[in-house]
């Protein structure tokens, strides 16, 4: 049975106990991270606790743990789960209040703060060889889609829809532009040039996203931080979707269009290629 870690305690994941009064629960009150873990070693745990912690500014919430206690916990949490590839997921809440009041308590209250781990799910093999299907969705979640919170309503609805479509992902669309899956970054490429949104407050800041963008610069392939108008669908070579427990997804489908040859592309082999190296050995941090 696996290890989770509640508000400093180490016990099976069963026996965690949360307050119905926990605004995480009650309003959904809360951030969170995932973070993909390769024999043993969490992949770029830097990155993903910088941005729990600009999560977390930016909801007003104190780090009652910091970087070296969590990073400390984590690893233990990976070690008592026998190592090997997992995948973790830590959430921060707002706390257990007296009530169920909007406005934040009135006295300072202890975040809670919660890790839990399960496998690391391979990315199955037909998605690689056939490509994923996608369907498009209006992006109909809040302005503040930089913050991973874990009020995803409208992602969760988008996902819903496209499998309910026969398809993988929701493709996100708002305004006339392509934004991002309901829980991957979108890249899109032409002519051999990869292009995704630029980082703002419409998109989250992707860590996968970050890695695809260095390793791309390391291949020399020309990238491009630029709105995607929908009509770029019809003229793509290739469509990839990313995120850290699935990697770099090609697509070769959005609804009932074909995405370049029907099939994931060069560019696409190449970097995942990159990634899968990268996730193996160094740059762990
Ligand atoms: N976009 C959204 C909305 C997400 O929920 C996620 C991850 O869950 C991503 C993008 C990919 O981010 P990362 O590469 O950090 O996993």
């Known amino acids: 049975l696996p290890t989770a870690w509640l508000n400093g305690e180490f016990l099976p994941v069963q026996e965690a106990r949360i307050s119905p009064l926990d605004r995480g629960f009650l309003f959904g009150d809360a951030v969170y ?75 300072p209250i202890a975040p809670t703060c919660f890790a839990m781990s399960s496998p690391l799910p391979r990315p199955p093999a037909h998605l690689r060889s056939e490509g994923a299907r996608a369907h498009l969705v209006e992006d109909l979640r809040w302005r503040r889609c930089d913050i991973k919170a874990t009020t995803l309503l409208p992602n969760i609805l988008a996902k819903q829809a496209a499998h309910e479509a026969g398809a993988d992902e929701a493709l996100l669309h708002r305004d006339g532009e392509l934004i991002e899956g309901s829980s991957m970054t979108l890249f899109l490429v032409k002519d051999g040039v990869i292009h995704t949104p630029p980082q703002s407050s419409a998109i989250l800041p992707g860590i996968t996203r970050q890695v695809v963008l260095e390793l791309a610069h390391e291949l020399g392939i020309s990238v491009q931080e630029t709105a995607l108008p929908l009509e770029q669908l019809e003229q793509a070579d290739e469509l990839w979707f990313s995120s850290s427990s699935r990697e770099i997804m090609p697509v070769t489908r959005v609804d009932e269009q074909t995405i370049g040859e029907g099939r994931p592309g060069p560019v696409w082999a190449r970097v995942q290629a990159a990634l899968e190296a990268s996730t193996r050995q160094g740059k762990k941090q």
């Open 33 to 107: 991270e995932v973070i993909p873990v390769y024999d043993g070693q969490p992949f770029r745990l830097d990155e993903h606790l910088a941005r729990l912690e600009n999560s977390l500014k930016a909801i007003r919430l104190s780090d009652a743990m910091g970087r070296q206690r969590w990073r400390d916990t984590l690893l233990e949490l990976v070690e008592r789960n026998g190592g090997g590839d997992q995948n973790v997921y830590l959430q921060v809440s707002r706390g257990t209040d007296k009530g169920r009041e909007h406005g934040f308590p009135a006295e």
